[in-house]
């Protein structure tokens, strides 16, 4: 009937089997591409979201009041140690 009726999908002509062949391989490429820039994209992601991690570390210690480290402990002298009753070192016997 009607050459341009909308019920009836539209067939294609006849398509030479190379420019098959070649559309295939341009979908094949193309599925390749968009997942190896996927790939690159998470990766992307992931190390930027590493370095605002370090970053925001790298703030809250410079933000954090520095603290005193409890002082350390004196090795305690041989003569002290044996009127301690202790091995040199500071280990009690």
Known sequence: MWPF???EPSKPKDIPATWRERLGD??????RIRVEWEDTLDRFE???GRL???AQRETAQEEAPA?????ARAPV???VAIRRRMRPG???I
């Open 77 to 79: 002298p041989d003569e």
């Open 90 to 92: 500071g280990i009690e």
């Open 5 to 7: 009726s909308k019920n």
């Open 52 to 54: 605002n991690k370090r």
């Open 26 to 31: 341009v979908e094949s490429d193309l599925k």
């Open 46 to 48: 992931r190390i930027m």
């Open 67 to 71: 603290t005193p480290a409890p002082p």
